[in-house]
Structures are given as structure tokens and as C-alpha cells.
């Protein structure tokens, strides 16, 4: 390969080296501010995934933000998507953990067992990448993926509340555990409310009520817009605690983070499954992981791709993510991904180009290196209101998502969106995600297996101008003795099984849309010609050439003559190795639907 060559493809798959030529000191001052900025939200979110949903050491959020953001400013299309630790994503990956059959699982195995999960995900996302798999973003559809994530916001809310109202102690002996579904929690809650421990209760408050004032705040004094409240109210909620020792009367702290010497990141190692540990499971809940951490994130990538008039490739950002996840497993972290919520927030502080979260990903080290002491004294029940905060934002959308489905009367996907909360909420998260992705695959099929094809019709009062029967108000009618069916769409192995049986509907009916209990539009008894106009198929298959064969056959077998127009170029090879062109006869080929009828009515008259 030329030098010139793979310097174009390195542009092209490196979108660093895109940007970096031509950046600009203006350019790095607003991504400094950008990137300092998403850091003070970015490392408290970190430590509270990692302590509140992951169920691990602290220090394991600084290294999954590290790694993931510095891999994806490399890789990454999206200036505005912030890469690293995401709450849906965590709780998996806690509840992962939590079912193992290990009878005690300790800190290092639990960390173990996530760094070996974040490099399947790796693995599989970027090999979803490298085949170009980028497509599946669409799999899911917009209701499967609210009611999802709503059934996650629920669930993890009602784990929170647990611990903001000091109960984590009491729900222990009470048999609640990672296992518990929400239904049990909020009967737990419910039922042992008046043992809240007061001192935990109203310092919960008041956070919550400092985060949730700090937005309306902001805009109505437009020059605190960029003024970090969450990193604001850490360091008041730290040196409060620090000061008034709120520990004693019963508040619980992160206590150390890493060791006392810490580095900024381990040395690198290949991920090992712990003694125990199931492999099936991790690599089950690996698969789900990467499939509902893509679709989220290459949603909100293409959000803001379109806002900001740039482009994103789904499979481009499929390797930039599954290379985050499989570097970062080296380094001992758990599975990241784009939060859409977050990269709003970034949004805001208004980033120019990927820089900026390289530059919170250095802020992290430094911050991992150095400042790691100053963590000890900061409350628990500060991670938890920052993971309440954070998954409120989850269902800001839902509102707007429902009240369109009713405007547009989409029950479906109301139905859906219901069932999906419902099975995560009763069931568990593991059940949740299976039926939506099951739904997803359901749908698909569904909507792929049948062909599109028209029945077309004579338009009144002219000789050989053609059209829709449907909806055609009457102007378009059949023509006696003749079907014209126009096939609108590739043919494959999916969709041409059910070609046969829409086939014997439209000879029977004379359209798809009349019902079987209507009257019919035509005679199913006066056919003698069949005209398949082949314009719109691009592309077919083998199985699909077989499929036509053996309907042209069986319309041959019932003395029907069969005419075949417009034929694809691309197709034609295809039509001709698998026989079916002798079958019809090269004479009963035309390039439009008037010379094919034409012929019809030579032969009508001939006879």
C-alpha cells in the first residue's frame, strides 16, 4: 500500500488526526474550560457508579473514566458525546456481579469480574465495528429502548432510596440484597420507613434539594452557567463532614480510595476469570451490555451529529467504543459508554473539538495521582444523591415520548414501552433486557418478512398509462384476465417466504388491503396473465431466485402466462444461472409494462 494511501485511510479511521492539524489556541482554551468543566461532574458520577451500582472500589471509577476518555478523543466523531461510566450500563454490571454463584464475593474478585466483562463488551462491540454491524442502532426501537431505560431509572431510584434514608444496614438483616427485585424493595421501604436514621435522612435533603435549586439557579443568573454545582456541593458536603466529624453521629464516607502511594493507573494485565466465577454469565451479560450501551450512545452521537451539522459513522463509533472498553480492561476497568445526560451537560460548556475530553481524562489522573486522600471524608449519601440526580435526567424524555405516541395513537409501542418497564420493575433487569431485546428481534422479523410489493392497475379513460389500485379512489382498475404486480424492494431468503402466500391473497382479493370478509376486486377465477414488474429490485438472493421459480412454475402449471419487465440489471445474471429466465422465455421479457401488455392483448386477440 502507497505511503499516500494509508495516510488517507489513517485520517479516516483516526478522526484525531483530522482535527489536530488544524487546531487552534482559541480551540483550547473553551475545550480546557469544556473539559475541567465535565471533570468536576464526571469524577463524584464515577466514584458513585462504581461504590452505588457497580458495587466496587471507588478508585475503579478514576481509571474507567481515564482510559475510556482518553481512547475515545483518538477514536471518537462526537466533540459533545462524554464517554465513561453510565448508569444503566453500571447497574448491569453490578447485577452481573451479584449473580454469581460465588458465596462471598470480595473486592478484588467483584473488580475482576467487571474488568473481564468491560473486554467482552470491547470485543464485541468492536467486532461489531470491524463488520460493519452499525446498522443494529436501529434495531431497537425508540419505545423498546424508553421503556428500558425507565424501568432502569425506577430501579435504580429505588435502590438509592435505601441508602439516602440510611437503611442499607437494616435491608441487609431484613434479606434484601443485589438480588432483590424493585417490588421487595419498595415493600422493604415502605415497611421499615420509621427506622430511617435521621442524621443520614436530612443530610440526603439537603443535597438533593442544593442539586436540584443549583439548575434553576443557573438560569436565572446567566453567569453562574458555568459554575460546577455537583463539584461545589462534594467539596461543602466533604469539608462539612471532615469538619463536623458527621461520621461519628452515624454518616457513612467513602473512606480511603486506592493505596496510599497511589498511581494514577495500574499496570496493565490481561483480564482473568476469578476461581468460581461462571463464564457463561459474563459473557451473556457482556452481549446484552454492548448491545444496549451502542444503541444508546450512537443514539445521542447522531443527535448531536445532527445539531451541529457534522457527520458520525455507526461503525466507526462502534470500534472507537469497543477499543475504549478492551484498553480499558487492561487497566482494570468496567464497561463505558456514552451517557446521553452527561454529554448534555457537556454540551452546555460548549466543546470544540474531541480535546476536550482528553483533557478531562488527564484532569482525572492528576486527580487520581494526587489528590485521592482528600476523598476519604466524603459521604456516602453524596454518591447516592449524585446517582438520584443523575438517572431523574434518564426520564426528562419520557413525558415528551408519551404524550407523541397518544397524539400519534401508536398503542403498539405504548404497549410495549408498558410491558418492558413492567417485566424490568416485577422481574429483574436481567428479564427486562431479554424481552426487549427478544421484542426488538420479533418486530424486525416481522416487519422484514414481507415483501413490499403493488398491485397495479390501468388508469381510467387511457390505454397504457399504469398505476396503484390502493388508494387509488377509483381512477385505477384491474384489467380482465391480467395482474400487474409490482415488487418494490430487494428480494432475500427473510422475505420472499411469504411472497407465495400475498401472491394467492392479491389473485384472490385483487389488493392487500381488502379484508378477507370484504367483497373481493376482481374474479380469482379470470386470471390468465401475470406481468411482475421487477423495477424495484435491486439486488435478490439464491433462496429468493428459487422461491420465483417455483411460483412461475406453478403459474405455468395453471396454464397462466407469465410476463417479467424492467429487470435490474444486477439481477438479470442471477434470473439467468438459476434457470428462471428460460422458465418465462426470453421473448416474455419487456423494459416497460405497456410493451408486456401490449403483448397480452396481441395474444388475446390471436386466439
Not at 467482552?120 to 428500558?148: C, E, I, K, P, Q
Request: proline share 5%.
Amino acid at each position: 500500500m502507497a505511503w499516500s494511501t494509508l495516510k488517507t485511510r489513517l485520517i479516516y479511521y483516526i478522526p484525531m488526526l483530522q482535527w489536530l492539524p488544524f487546531y487552534t489556541t482559541e480551540q483550547f482554551s473553551a475545550d480546557l474550560i469544556s473539559g475541567l468543566s465535565i471533570s468536576s461532574l464526571f469524577i463524584p458520577q464515577a466514584l458513585s457508579y462504581a461504590t452505588g451500582l457497580c458495587r466496587l472500589p471507588a478508585i475503579h471509577g478514576l481509571y474507567t473514566i481515564s482510559i475510556s476518555t482518553l481512547v475515545y478523543a483518538c477514536l471518537g466523531m462526537s466533540p459533545q458525546l462524554s464517554v465513561g461510566p453510565e448508569a444503566t450500563v453500571s447497574l448491569m454490571v453490578g447485577a452481573g456481579i451479584a449473580h454469581q454463584d460465588i458465596s462471598s464475593v470480595d473486592p478484588e474478585t467483584a473488580a475482576a469480574i467487571a474488568s473481564l466483562t468491560a473486554f467482552f463488551v470491547g470485543l464485541f462491540t468492536l467486532g461489531l465495528g470491524l463488520l460493519r454491524f452499525g446498522f443494529l442502532d436501529s434495531l431497537m426501537s425508540r419505545a423498546l429502548l424508553r421503556g428500558f431505560i425507565t424501568g432502569v431509572a425506577v430501579v435504580v431510584l429505588i435502590q438509592q432510596t435505601v441508602f439516602l434514608l440510611g437503611l442499607d444496614d437494616v435491608a441487609k438483616a431484613a434479606g434484601i440484597s443485589a438480588g432483590s427485585t424493585s417490588v421487595e424493595r419498595v415493600a422493604f421501604v415502605a415497611s421499615h420507613v420509621h427506622l430511617a436514621h435521621l442524621p443520614t435522612t436530612l443530610f440526603s435533603v439537603c443535597v438533593l434539594a442544593a442539586l436540584i435549586a443549583a439548575p434553576f439557579i443557573k438560569r436565572k443568573i446567566p453567569s453562574l452557567r458555568r459554575v460546577p454545582e455537583v463539584l461545589i456541593v462534594v467539596i461543602a458536603s466533604t469539608v462539612a463532614c471532615r469538619l463536623f466529624r458527621l461520621d461519628q453521629i452515624g454518616i457513612d464516607v467513602l473512606g480511603q480510595v486506592g493505596s496510599v502511594n497511589q498511581s494514577p493507573l495500574p499496570l496493565p494485565r490481561w483480564p482473568s476469570l476469578p476461581d468460581g466465577a461462571n463464564i457463561k454469565s459474563v459473557l451473556v451479560n457482556a452481549a446484552v451490555i454492548s448491545t444496549i450501551g451502542f444503541v444508546e450512545s450512537i443514539a445521542a452521537a447522531k443527535t448531536f451529529a445532527r445539531k451541529h451539522n457534522y457527520f458520525v459513522s455507526a461503525n466507526r463509533e462502534l470500534v472507537a467504543l469497543g477499543s475504549a472498553n478492551v484498553i480499558g480492561s487492561l487497566f482494570q476497568t468496567f464497561p463505558a459508554f456514552g451517557s446521553f445526560p452527561r454529554s448534555k451537560v457537556h454540551e452546555a460548556v460548549d466543546p470544540q473539538t474531541q480535546m476536550s475530553g482528553l483533557v478531562s481524562g488527564v484532569a482525572t489522573l492528576i486527580v487520581t495521582g494526587l489528590l485521592l486522600p482528600q476523598f476519604y471524608y466524603l459521604p456516602s449519601a453524596m454518591l447516592s444523591s449524585i446517582i438520584f440526580m443523575a438517572v431523574i435526567a434518564l426520564l426528562h424524555e419520557l413525558p415528551h415520548d408519551i404524550r407523541f405516541m397518544l397524539r400519534m395513537r401508536a398503542w403498539q409501542d405504548i404497549a410495549l414501552l408498558a410491558i418492558i418497564f413492567t417485566t424490568t420493575m416485577i422481574f429483574s433487569l436481567e428479564y427486562g433486557t431479554a424481552i426487549a431485546v427478544l421484542f426488538s428481534l420479533v418486530i424486525t422479523i416481522r416487519q422484514t418478512s414481507y415483501p413490499r410489493i403493488t398491485v397495479m392497475g390501468r388508469v381510467k379513460e387511457t390505454l397504457y398509462k399504469f398505476g396503484p389500485i390502493k388508494n387509488s379512489r377509483g381512477l385505477v382498475e384491474h384489467l380482465e384476465d391480467v395482474l400487474i404486480v409490482r415488487v418494490e424492494e430487494p428480494l432475500y431468503f427473510i422475505n420472499t417466504s411469504q411472497l407465495k402466500d400475498r401472491l394467492r391473497r392479491i389473485e384472490h382479493y385483487g389488493d392487500l388491503s381488502v379484508h378477507p370478509s370484504e367483497a373481493p376486486l376482481r374474479s380469482s377465477e379470470s386470471l390468465r396473465y401475470i406481468i411482475f414488474d421487477l423495477g424495484g429490485m435491486e439486488a435478490i438472493d439464491a433462496s429468493a431466485v428459487q422461491i420465483l421459480y417455483e411460483i412461475i412454475e406453478s403459474y405455468h402449471g395453471r396454464s397462466v402466462h407469465v410476463y417479467i419487465v424492467k429487470v435490474h440489471p444486477n439481477v438479470m445474471p442471477l434470473l439467468s444461472r438459476g434457470g428462471l429466465l428460460d422458465l418465462v422465455g426470453r421473448k416474455q421479457l419487456y423494459d416497460e409494462v405497456a410493451d408486456a401488455i401490449q403483448a397480452v392483448e396481441y395474444d388475446i386477440s390471436s386466439v
